[in-house]
């Protein structure tokens, strides 16, 4: 494809909406995970492990999003947008550096999921912050720079293949979770689409059991009455 062809018609414009209200999750709980490990007392199996387990639910589904990106739309930006091919290098190398403040704290969250410590609790929330400074970053300038040019040059169906890849990689157990936790903080319109996409019989487990299911998980990860809208 000529590097100056837009595959995207104005009939099928991609709304890239959908990965600001993704980047939301890791914005909200990479920091607030880090505060709650940091704030967990040393030898407390049991809220270790509830913490641990949302970590890891978090840090997979970053990673996944990110080897999705890189897989699945960087080799057609680069192809499509030649002008702006620095653009999409940029975001490259910012995945490297994400790649590895990913790792450390997947390795610390899995150490400190069997020794419960102080000082591995410690060292995991530095890795946490660490990890969202540079996500931070990445996320800020993808949502300025890279989205305007998905929306010119990949198709709904092409972005819809990156979310299916990450929907695919999440535990079913989880699913309603990870679910709860785009729907938080997305605004009435945003979950009106959201619900939207995901079949019938999806959006009737989410109103009979998710929304429970989640309220009842933030609340044991936060300690918290926080709830999830429900519309």
Do not use: C
């Not at 970053?137 to 010119?152: C, G, K, V």
């Not at 819809?160 to 319109?189: C, M, N, Y």
């Amino acid at each position: 494809m000529p590097a100056t062809a837009d595959p995207a018609t104005a009939n099928e414009r991609l709304d890239p909406q959908e990965m600001v209200v993704l980047h939301r999750v890791f914005r909200r709980e990479i920091p607030l995970l880090a505060d709650l490990i940091e704030a967990a007392a040393p030898g407390d199996r049991r809220r270790t492990a509830v913490l641990a387990d949302h970590l890891d639910l978090v840090l997979g589904a970053l990673g996944e999003h990110h080897e999705g990106e890189d897989d699945l739309l960087w080799p057609k930006l680069r192809e499509r947008a030649a002008p702006d091919e620095d653009v999409v290098a940029r975001m490259a190398d910012q995945h490297e550096a994400i790649a590895g403040a990913l790792a450390t704290a997947t390795e610390l969250s899995h150490r400190w999921r069997t020794g419960a410590d102080g000082d591995t609790a410690r060292n995991l929330a530095e890795a946490l912050r660490t990890l969202d400074r540079h996500a931070a970053d990445h996320m800020d300038d993808e949502e300025e720079h890279l989205l305007p040019l998905m929306a010119r040059h990949i198709t709904p169906r092409e972005w819809t293949e990156v979310g299916e890849r990450g929907r695919r990689s999440v535990p079913k157990a989880k699913l309603l979770i990870f679910l709860g936790a785009i729907l938080e903080d997305a605004t009435a319109q945003e979950r009106r689409l959201f619900l939207s996409q995901m079949p019938a019989p999806a959006r009737v487990l989410w109103r009979t059991l998710g929304i429970r299911l989640y309220d009842r998980t933030i609340a044991r990860v936060r300690r918290s009455d926080a709830v999830v809208p429900q519309v």
